[in-house]
């Protein structure tokens, strides 16, 4: 464990405030929770909202929702994404269908998505994923006279902005996450919206039969928070960086998890969503510009910034090997830089899903598990650190040639001592 100024890969910071009016929504649940459902009915223009306890719990509601209009049982599923996608499918009691993805957007692969599609498929679920805006347009009009919804997965998006109009409005059904690493977080929790008048039925349906969580799980949470507010200062973040069994950063699939709706506390820790999301839009934003002005040319970001309409939770990069991913991502840690690994493999490749998958091919997607890595762009990151990342990133040949790649780690390891908090 090295004391040093340590980057989370990702970060919402949260207002002392807020954590004050979290406390106070324990004896005004009702009122608190109506008061943020009504503010983001506003802010997204949407009919329906419903706020639950996880990104997982949205998305697991809505496929039980859909599953009651619908007898089909297969969900389709970009090949690459969050675990907690499939896990929510097979908690549905549902089947995970997969298609490949454009690398160059990670999005779905429009080549093969018609074929991927029959008679069984229930819905598809096209995915923001870091923030990169997914076609959705394109897949509803794919969808049309098919009796497949579209689900659009915009945990990772949170404010994204697509031809004009906000992630989260493109689908026939959306959700988000508030976990601790999006855009804003309560500490973990979900948001449902949709315009779908027969949807919401259904959804609220389910909704209005869910088990309140425990007050000991409503308190842990509150407490995780008041610790993440702490630690996931720069000047902190080395500490739980440096205890494994904390399990930071990893990617489970969850073969069971609660589902509640949100509670008092976790709603009233959003007091100040919106601006906390305005900041964190822009702060994403600017990190992310000067990456684009200060990384090799050579390198392959993926959406280049001046072209991307995202806001990105994590900037993703493409390395040209796996040996030179691991490589950086082991320098990153050693010097506290938050560059990162994305998830550990393909959704095929789940252990977990053997016997509940639809077998395919999916190279595309193997291809990034090797070779992507992330970069942080949260609020805590200051212009030195894009530098100092942006070196490190110049001392590897994109071809895979890390000639004099070792001893020039050792040199950033010893700057980190040179940062300031």
Not at 135 to 152: A, P, Q, S, W
Not at 239 to 258: I, S
Not at 259 to 270: F, S
Not at 321 to 342: H, M, Q, R, V, Y
Request: aromatic share 8%; with cysteine.
């Amino acid at each position: 464990m090295r004391i040093q100024r340590s980057l989370a890969p990702a970060a919402a910071p949260i207002a002392f405030h807020d954590l004050l009016h979290g406390l106070a929504g324990l004896f005004g649940r009702e009122r608190t929770i109506r008061r943020v459902e009504l503010e983001i009915q506003e802010f997204f223009g949407v009919k329906h909202v419903f706020l639950v306890c996880s990104g997982k719990a949205a998305l697991l509601l809505i496929l039980v929702a859909l599953k009651s209009l619908s007898n089909r049982k297969q969900v389709l599923i970009p090949a690459y994404t969050c675990f907690s996608v499939p896990s929510a499918i097979v908690k549905a009691g549902l089947t995970v269908s997969c298609c490949d993805i454009d690398p160059q957007s990670l999005d779905l692969d429009y080549r093969h998505l018609e074929d991927a599609l029959n008679d069984d498929t229930l819905c598809i679920v096209p995915t923001h994923l870091l923030g990169l805006p997914s076609n959705v347009d394109r897949v509803k009009t794919l969808c049309e006279g098919k009796g497949i919804f579209v689900v659009e997965d915009a945990a990772q998006a949170m404010g994204m902005r697509h031809n004009n109009r906000l992630a989260g409005t493109f689908g026939d059904v959306s959700f988000f996450s508030l976990g601790r690493g999006k855009n804003i977080t309560c500490g973990s929790g979900g948001i449902i919206l949709t315009n779908s008048d027969s949807i919401a039925q259904a959804i609220r349906a389910e909704y209005q039969n869910l088990i309140p969580e425990s007050p000991s799980g409503i308190l842990r949470n509150f407490w995780e928070v008041l610790a993440m507010r702490l630690l996931i200062d720069p000047r902190l973040y080395w500490l739980p960086a440096g205890l494994p069994f904390l399990g930071l950063g990893e990617t489970k699939f969850y073969r069971d998890f609660p589902v509640h709706r949100m509670d008092g506390i976790r709603a009233g820790l959003l007091s100040s969503w919106k601006q906390r999301l305005s900041e964190s839009s822009s702060s994403h934003s600017k990190a992310a510009a000067d990456f684009h002005d200060h990384l090799p040319r050579s390198c392959q970001v993926v959406a280049p910034v001046s072209e991307a309409n995202g806001i990105y939770n994590r900037l993703p990069l493409m390395m040209n090997s796996k040996s030179a991913k691991d490589e950086l991502c082991t320098a990153s840690k050693t010097s506290g830089l938050g560059i990162s690994p994305f998830y550990p493999s393909s959704i095929p490749d789940i252990p977990e899903l053997k016997g509940r998958f639809v077998s395919g091919q999916f190279p595309a997607a193997a291809r990034v598990v090797h070779y992507l890595v992330t970069l942080p762009v949260h609020q805590f990151v200051r212009s030195k650190d894009v530098k100092r990342i942006c070196r490190l990133i110049g001392q590897l040949d994109v071809s895979g040639d890390r000639t004099g790649m070792s001893s020039n780690n050792q040199n950033l390891v010893n700057e980190s001592a040179e940062v300031q908090a």
